[in-house]
Every structure is written in C-alpha cells, then in structure tokens.
C-alpha cells in the first residue's frame, strides 16, 4: 500500500461510523448527509443468515500460520514465486482451482466458484501479496492474503447464490499493476457485482494518541486509539457499503469497530484514497471497497524491515477477519442487494 492520508477526504464527504454494537463515533453534521440504506431482509431468509454467519467462523490459528508462513520479503522474482506456489497449494487444499494470470510485469492469482443462481453478479474478495523491498509485510500485506485463503477455506464449498471469486494481485507496491492487468480484461466486468480489497488489517494500538490524523481535520476524531477498522467506498455504489454496515448489526460485540468512508468522484478530490488495488475497480465503474486498518496513519511498521508477525494484534486481526467473512456472506446470499445500485 503506498502512502497515504485516509482520513484526509472527511473534509470533503459525509461520514457514517458503526460500531460493532451500532454505535457511531461521530455526530452526524447534517441529516442530508446521511447514507440511505437498503430494507433489511426479515424472517426467514435473515434467520437463514444469521445461522450461516455463526457457522462460519474464522480460525486464528489458521490467520496467523500464513503470516508466519509468508514471513519473508516478497519483492524479487523468486520471493514472489514462492509466494505463489504457496497460495496455490493452500487454495488447492481448500478445493479451489486457482489459475496463474500472467502479464507484463509479474503474474496475478485467480480462482472461482460458481454460484447458483447465473443471473447474479459475482462477488471478488482480493488482496495484493507483493512487498516492498526489505520488508517482510506481515501487516503489508500477509494479513490481507491471509484473510482471502480464510474466505476460501470458509466459503469454498458453501452454495451460494452469487459465484464467489478470489484474487491476489502481483506487483500493487509498483504502482497497483497487478490490479489494472486483472481489470483490464473488460469481459470478467460485465457480471462482476463488487470487490471487496483488502490492504493491511492486521494492526491496531490502543495507547492514547497511538491514530494519526491530518492536521485540521473539521470534525471530532472518531478515536485517538487505532481500535477500528475502516472501510472505504465509492459513493456511487452504496450497497457494498451498506452491506458493511447492514452486517455490523447483527455481529458481536468483540469485533472491532468499523469507520465506513464514502468517497464521491470516484476519488478525484481525493487522490489519496486511490492508491490500493480498489482504485482501478473504480476507474472501471465497478463498485470496490478497500478493507484497511489505515497503514501508515497508525503502525509505525509501515514499509519498514520491522513489519513482523509479532506486531500483528491478534484478537484485532482476528475481528478484521470475521467481519469480511460475515459481509462476504451476506453480500453472496442476498441476490438482490447489487441489483439496485445505480450504472456509473
């Protein structure tokens, strides 16, 4: 993930913060702004969900064995290769038949499974497993590849509606290369629903003063512990957003608070959300969220040979982890929630 200000663009757009217990970290500025959200399911079909969702629960033994499995620089050719085939072999025990997407510039992994119902979009989970050079990246981005195989192992066999898609993309620390490659394929858009892409949720810290903000931000800082989890997303698709926040009510207590960002123009007042592998779904007119606990506005590891899994906060990750499964499920079970968002 390239550096850069998260939080910045609360400036320049409306902001909705949930907690895990439906609480908000700041006061609505103007009932204008707020986020219109689609009817919530009743009955049998959230009965269904909820039940599915408390069976579904991640593993963090299994998180962090591929943090330590991946505790390596991924930045060379060969680094990069070993970390492929350990991808691979991971999905292929899951029962996944993932597939190696080569272009210019290095090689991209993707897998599928279908859904049933053939008239829904697909849903993508993603995550970037490059690094930097001289950096391990537990948090940069093995927490984000770590979360993809727990989706994998979690959903794999699960019969959804919507077909379930994952993808690891190459060279992002390049300039988000390995992403553009993947999108740049216009046929495997047209019955894409949402991403979903993660960059670094592995870190938190709860000392006062530990989150960063930019200087004269115009409202209260929902926090000066780095406790929440944020979620970024295009204003003009709502409905993955919402379906963050939709499902944040219905989880438990001990998962962490979620700081849910919606970002208008497609970022283009503010270049600095653009810069993971969410930014060229955008371009593309796809509906993408990025997943991130803010980087470098909070762990001092950021881009640094420090980056170890011994600074992974484990009941934070953990957490992190539990609410995209959870969202990820709803989004695959709901077969009308994308259907409504209006065309880019």
Not at 81 to 87: D, E, F, H, N, V
Not at 184 to 201: E, F, T, Y
Not at 248 to 264: A, D, E, H, R
Request: hydrophobic share 40%; aromatic share 8%.
């Amino acid at each position: 993930m390239k550096k850069w200000i998260l939080l910045m663009l609360l400036a320049l757009v409306a902001v909705a913060v949930v907690g895990s217990r439906g609480s908000t970290f700041f006061e609505q500025r103007s009932s204008s702004t707020t986020i219109e959200r689609i009817p919530v399911e009743t009955s049998e079909p959230q009965t269904k969900l909820k039940e599915l969702n408390s069976a579904l629960q991640v593993s963090a033994d299994n998180l962090l064995t591929h943090i330590q499995k991946l505790n390596f620089q991924r930045y060379t050719t060969k680094e990069r290769s070993l970390t492929r085939t350990y991808i691979t072999t991971e999905l292929t025990k899951f029962g996944w038949k993932p597939k190696l997407e080569k272009f210019s510039e290095g090689v991209n992994i993707f897998a599928e499974r279908g859904g049933t119902d053939k008239s829904a979009k697909a849903i993508i989970v993603a995550a970037h497993y490059d690094t930097v050079a001289f950096s391990p990246g537990a948090d940069d981005n093995a927490s984000g590849v770590a979360v993809v195989l727990e989706v994998a192992r979690l959903l794999g066999s699960h019969s959804t509606p919507r077909t379930l898609q994952l993808a690891f993309f190459d060279k992002e620390e390049a300039g988000l290369l390995g992403s553009q490659a993947f999108v740049s394929k216009k046929a495997r858009l047209q019955n894409l629903g949402g991403a979903i892409v993660m960059d670094m949720v592995g870190y938190a810290c709860y000392t006062v003063g530990c989150q960063k903000y930019p200087a004269g931000l115009p409202v209260t800082p929902p926090s000066d512990k780095g406790d929440f989890l944020a979620v970024v997303g295009d204003i003009e698709h709502l409905p993955l957003l919402n379906a963050f926040q939709s499902s944040l009510n219905k989880q438990k207590s001990n998962l962490p608070p979620v700081l849910i960002l919606p970002i208008p123009f497609k970022g283009l007042l503010t270049p600095d959300t653009l810069r993971s592998d969410h930014a060229p779904f955008w371009y593309q007119g796809v509906g993408a969220v990025l997943v991130t606990d803010t980087a470098n506005l909070r762990t001092p590891h950021y881009h640094q040979p420090s980056d170890v899994p011994i600074t992974i906060e484990r009941s934070f990750f953990t957490g992190a982890a539990q609410i995209v499964v959870n969202t990820t499920t709803a989004l695959l079970e709901k077969n009308e929630l994308l259907e409504t968002q209006p065309p880019s």
